[in-house]
Nanobody, 125 residues
Framework: QVQVVESGGGSAQAGGSLRLSCSAS????????MAWFRQVPGKEREGVAA???????SYRDSVKGRFTLSRENFRNTLYLQMTNLTQEDTATYYC???????????????????WGQGTQVTVSS
């Protein structure tokens, strides 16, 4: 059984940076497509960035050029480096695994069966 645990959330000022980590454990063959999502109260959970099993990375438009997703296979860890943060980035961020990356499917939460508990990111002006 695959489990993912996020860490690294916190507070930052606008223009600042944070790095999130997602540590995965379990059956590595099920890691598959992994992604970062975020959610604010009252809104749907939205895909932020994803990486497929061969390392192709996708980003939602609003974070392109600011966020960088990377994976450290040896440590089974996924990272999300967030720079030039804005208040609109404030959300709870979730790591997801064993999903579907193709054709933009990664952007929708229903395509991922495995989730972490989330980590809060708060950006102030």
């Amino acid at each position: 059984q695959v489990q993912v645990v996020e860490s690294g959330g916190g507070s930052a000022q606008a223009g600042g940076s944070l790095r999130l980590s997602c540590s995965a454990s379990g059956h590595t063959e099920r890691f598959g497509c992994m992604a970062w999502f975020r959610q604010v109260p009252g809104k749907e959970r939205e895909g932020v960035a994803a990486i497929d099993s061969v390392g192709r990375i996708s980003y939602r438009d609003s974070v392109k050029g600011r966020f960088t997703l990377s994976r450290e296979n040896f440590r089974n860890t996924l990272y999300l480096q967030m720079t030039n943060l804005t208040q609109e980035d404030t959300a709870t961020y979730y790591c997801a695994a064993d999903g579907r990356c193709r054709g933009g499917l990664w952007k929708r939460s229903e395509h991922f069966p495995i989730w972490g508990q989330g980590t809060q990111v708060t950006v102030s002006s």
